[in-house]
Every structure is written in C-alpha cells, then in structure tokens.
C-alpha cells in the first residue's frame, strides 16, 4: 500500500510588528490546500496538505498589529520546517531594525542553511536582509522601502516593481513587496508544495487573484530629505504646486536663489534624486490624481502636468507606472466614481 506523502511544514514568523490580517490570512489559506475546495463542491472537508505553524523568537504569547493575540511557538522548537514565511513586520521607512531581531535572523541563518526555503511578505524582506541572506541578491518589499534598502542594505538589489521575485527561489529565497502580496506568496508555496491544481482551487475558494501588473500601479512618491538643508526644503514644496511650469529645475533655483549646479548639487545630497527626476516624479503624481479623478483625455492630462508632447507623457508614465494611461484609469476611476454622489 502506498504510504501518503509527508506534510510539507510552514512556519509562519511572526512578532508585535506584524499584522494580523497577513499572520492569519496566510495561516487560513494555506490550511485549506487540499482541504476546503471538496467541501465547497462535494460537501466533504478534505485532508490539509499542509503542516501551517505560528512562531515567534520566544513561546511568550504577544499581541501583533491590531491588538490580536498571538500564541506562538518559539523558533527553537521549529528548526526542522520545510518553509518559513516572515510576515511584515512593519517599521518606519527611514529606520532600519539593526539588532532588533538577533533570535530570528540566527534561526533564519540555520534553518536556511538545512534547507529550508524563507519566503517574505512586504518587510519581512527588511528582517530578511538584516539575516544577511539576500547580501547579493534581487529581493522585492514594499515600493515605500526603496530609500531604506539603498541606505541601510546596499548588497541587496531592491526591486519596487515585482509583486514577487522568485529570482533566487532555487536557492531557497522567495520575496514578496506590499501587503496583499502574501496572498501571491500563498498560491506560490500551495503550487510548489502541494500542486498547481490544488493553488487553483484555493483561489476559487478565496477568490485570489495574483497582481499580474506588479507593484508600479500602487506605488506613490515618497518624500523624504536627508540632512536639514532648508533651501532644499522650499525648493521641494514650491515645485509641489508649481510642477506645470516650463523650465522647472531653473525655476527652482531660481526661487531658492542658487546657482544651477549649486542647486543641481545640494537638490541630489538632500533628495536622493536629480532635480528634473524629481519634478517628473512630481507630475506623474499629478497625472495619476488625476485620471484616478475619471480624466478623459489623456492627452489634456499630459498637457496639464507639464508636458507637451503627448507621446514622452505617455512612454515616461508607463514607465513609471507598468501601465499605460488609459489603463491606469480603467483601473482606478471606478472606485473614486464609487464614492461620489451619483
């Protein structure tokens, strides 16, 4: 008789830091492979297929993000597990978490190093790069944590547009960027662990949909100065409101009273970015406000932030957004046109 495959065992990682919804959505979702889709269609709950455990750096019971308890198991008694998923752990996007999680990122180190593969959700990447296991590898977060990866983890290739990066799955490392991507990672491990026809089935059941587009359709401009340089500061928030104007990078200068390449100098120092990059940052905001406002025409919209030729509007905003103007407002005009009164 022909003995049934053993459990694959996911250990979920979890801390006061994570959020409830990622912690017991993926806790739910992956307990139901094999299990929940012959009850919804046959009427009889099937086997789980998977082993779904709760860990944390010590067993002391804790309260996550969301004042929902938690009782977890430690990491020390889970040093045989096929997976780990580190759930976010949410930290400010200009702090780092340097030596706050020494219990974890030994127990990552080991359990990698048998074997083990580590998936993240959001910045469970930045504890992961704290570990020192994606040094030298590509790795998707968050698109809000581009300034701290770059600071904080220059080994690590910090990629805003991917939903997941399973680049370097083959070596035991898959990495996912906002929160919802856990539900991406969540149909990725069913499929490896269990099979392709059981994620199907459990996206039926839950109604998942994987985030073809990536993460570029939801990123937004982050605005963040280094050092106390005021100039800077008014330069940032005059370009705010005055982004449509010809020539903006003299503008800018101008209304600081800099010279261009003392500007140009101290506008990269303080923002991490070249002036004109910036101001394109700043329009494409504008656009995106305002397609996500129903806007018709493309073109008038291009007009309006800034840019003459329609055909650079529309290459730069694809380009920054994956998606094309059009569809980006087939995307987002529904759900403002679902709040405004009709």
């Not at 780990?84 to 780092?96: E, F, G, H, L």
């Not at 018709?296 to 055909?311: F, I, S």
């Amino acid at each position: 008789m022909t003995q049934p495959s053993p459990r694959a065992t996911i250990a979920l990682l979890a801390a006061p830091e994570s959020s409830a919804g990622v912690l017991y959505g993926l806790y739910d979702v992956l307990q139901a492979a094999g299990a929940v889709y012959p009850d919804m269609t046959m009427g009889s709950l099937g086997d789980a297929l998977l082993d779904v455990r709760i860990v944390a750096a010590t067993a002391e019971p804790f309260r996550c993000f969301g004042n929902i308890l938690v009782e977890p198991a430690a990491v020390t008694d889970a040093e045989d597990v096929d997976v780990v998923v580190i759930c976010d752990m949410y930290a400010p996007i200009t702090t780092a978490p340097v030596g706050k999680y020494p219990v974890e990122t030994a127990w990552l180190r080991r359990v990698h190093g048998r074997g083990a593969l580590i998936g993240t959700v959001c910045t469970g990447s930045v504890l992961l790069a704290e570990s020192g296991l994606l040094d030298g590898r590509s790795c998707a977060s968050h698109w809000a944590y581009g300034q701290l990866f770059r600071e904080a983890y220059p080994r690590v290739r910090f990629d805003p547009s991917r939903v997941l990066d399973l680049t370097h799955a083959h070596e035991g490392i898959v990495t996912g960027g906002g929160v919802t991507a856990w539900q991406d990672l969540a149909l990725y491990l069913i499929a490896r662990y269990c099979s392709p026809e059981h994620a199907a089935e459990v996206a039926k059941v839950y109604l998942i949909d994987r985030h073809h587009d990536g993460q570029l359709p939801y990123a937004a401009m982050t605005r963040i100065l280094s050092g106390d340089d005021a100039a800077m500061a008014r330069a940032v928030e005059w370009i705010d409101v005055n982004y449509a104007l010809p020539n903006p990078v003299s503008a800018m200068a101008e209304h600081v009273g800099l010279l261009p390449r003392t500007f140009a100098r101290r506008f990269v120092a303080s923002t991490g970015r070249r002036p004109m990059e910036h101001v394109h940052a700043v329009r494409m905001e504008a656009a995106r406000r305002l397609l996500e406002g129903g806007a018709e025409n493309v073109d008038d919209v291009g007009y309006g932030v800034g840019y003459e030729d329609p055909t650079f509007f529309r290459r730069l905003f694809r380009r920054t957004t994956g998606m094309t103007p059009a569809a980006y407002r087939r995307k987002y005009a529904p759900i403002a046109a679902g709040v405004r009164p009709g």
